[in-house]
């Protein structure tokens, strides 16, 4: 095999027997799982491992960027091996850069839970927290009936 990080083979269509080299199958597999893991991750899937709605949010919202990455990838990875290479897609570099932004959201979503999502959470906890105190207010003030004199001259006026 020759060094997959060398311009010549970044930039050279991989002939038919090269397709699954290895480089080719880790790619198909991690985008393919990728691809997998993301779709469920964006409908939700992390509802069961994941309880608080701060976390969820991101889940899905790397979930649905994931989506595209990963399906970015799929979508190199099969241009190389149907051999067509329409606007140079096929070549090794595509794919290269397939991982790259793969690895910049998994960077990001790990900034993001260290640097952002603290603050959001205790945001999200204070307004729960207050919602909580208000809400027996409300409620009590739906619950209330009007006074007995209101009440009785609405019915001498109804007469």
Same mark, same amino acid.
């Given at each position: 095999m020759t060094?997959?990080?060398?311009w010549?083979y970044l930039?050279?269509l991989p ?7 290895? =480089? &080719? ?6 985008f393919? +799982?990728?691809?997998? @893991?993301a779709i469920?991750l !964006?409908?939700d899937?992390g509802?069961r491992?994941?309880?608080h709605p701060?976390?969820r949010r991101?889940?899905?919202k790397?979930?649905?960027i994931?989506?595209?990455l ?6 190199f990875?099969?241009?190389?091996a149907?051999q067509?290479?329409p606007f140079? =897609? &096929?070549l090794?570099?595509?794919l290269?850069?397939? +991982?790259l932004?793969? @690895?910049?959201?998994?960077? !990001?979503?790990a900034?993001?839970?260290r640097?952002i999502?603290?603050?959001?959470i ?5 307004l ?6 208000l ?11 009007p ?8 019915t001498?006026?109804?007469?």
């Open positions: 060094n997959p990080f060398s010549e930039t050279t002939e038919p027997e090269e397709v699954f080299d290895p =480089f &080719g199958i880790a790619c198909l597999v991690i393919g +799982l990728g691809f997998l @893991v469920v !964006y409908n899937g509802r491992f994941i309880e701060v976390h991101l889940l899905r790397v979930g649905g994931g989506t595209i990963f399906g970015l990838g799929l979508f990875f099969g241009v190389r149907l067509i290479n140079t =897609f &096929g090794p570099l595509w290269w850069l397939s +991982l932004a793969v @690895v910049g959201l998994l960077l !990001y979503a900034f993001y839970l640097t999502a603290p603050a959001e205790q945001r999200f906890e204070q729960r927290l207050k919602q909580r105190y809400r027996p207010v409300a409620a009590s003030a739906t619950t209330r009936r006074s007995s004199a209101r009440t009785s001259r609405a001498r006026r109804r007469r």
